[in-house]
């Protein structure tokens, strides 16, 4: 029963997918956390060397994850709704090998099922190219912000403060050795909020799960599913069946 409510292609899709999308975030999320410790050695090292390139630098990065967050919103719903369309899909192909006989003898239930599968096709590529989208831009733009951060460095930094060249230029070389480390935090991000998603849908199912099982242990005994007392056989007389082709009218009868 919980099988038929919750849809098989919704348990299948939080089985393989989620839980894929989960396993594979370790790896990233560990380089994470060391481009993070990283960064933050890099960044006494500046803040010894000057206290307002310091001050620049944690400003215009804290801008660029801004950016990237606020972008973060948006692709997240965008993932939200490529989910809900992976799984009309792959029911659609549940739908097809189950009943491919069918498919395969009624031409106009073949059609139908060809044009569902069109548009949800249809959908799930226009999604995918969005969400990609969504995440190219704030990549995009919160990279700008990391570099405009060697340029203020370089040129703003000393009619600001008088800075010798040589903390300039040793400032400057820490600074683009730390857009690596951050590129790859920020990177993250997207990876995060997937899996953040998915460890929501997991949890929604086993909830789900849950009330099922206890509706059934809820259930009086009469209304529990059991043998049927006195049932022995089931008997047919005289059913017929006829088919008639939709396209060559030919027809067969059993």
């Keep these: 029963v919980a099988l038929e409510t919750i ?8 089985l393989t997918q989620d839980l894929l999308l989960i396993s594979n975030l ?5 380089a994470a ?17 000057s206290g307002f390139a310091f001050l620049l630098t944690v400003g215009l990065s804290l801008g660029g994850v801004v950016i990237h967050l606020r972008g973060d919103r948006e692709y997240r719903k965008n993932v939200e709704r490529n989910n809900k369309e992976e799984i009309k899909f792959f029911g659609l192909i549940t739908h097809l090998f189950k009943g ?46 990391f570099y405009c951060l060697v340029a203020l460095v370089v040129f703003v930094l000393p009619r600001l403060v008088p800075t010798d060249a040589d903390v ?10 730390i857009i690596g480390p951050l590129s790859q935090v920020v990177g993250v991000l997207p990876d995060l909020s997937k899996a953040s998603l998915a460890v929501e849908h997991l949890f929604s199912l086993e ?15 009469a209304d529990a599913s059991g043998p049927l007392h006195g049932f022995e056989r089931i008997s047919v007389d005289q059913l017929e069946f006829t088919y ?3 396209v060559t009218n030919e027809t067969f009868t059993v």
């Design 26 to 30: 370790e790896g990233r999320l560990s």
């Design 7 to 14: 849809g098989p292609a919704r348990i299948h899709t939080f």
């Design 33 to 49: 956390v060391q481009a993070a410790v990283l960064m933050l050695f890099v960044s006494i090292y500046i803040a010894y060397l």
């Design 168 to 177: 300039i230029a040793k400032t400057t070389m820490s600074i683009l050795f």
């Design 244 to 246: 008639t082709s939709e």
């Design 100 to 145: 491919f006989r069918e498919v395969k003898v009624n031409q106009r239930r073949s059609a139908a099922l060809a044009a569902d599968l069109r548009e949800v096709s249809r959908d799930l590529k226009t999604l995918k190219m969005e969400t990609t989208r969504l995440y190219s831009d704030s990549f995009i733009k919160a990279q700008c912000f």
């Design 207 to 221: 909830a789900e799960l849950d009330q099922h099982h206890k509706k059934r242990r809820q259930q009086r005994p």
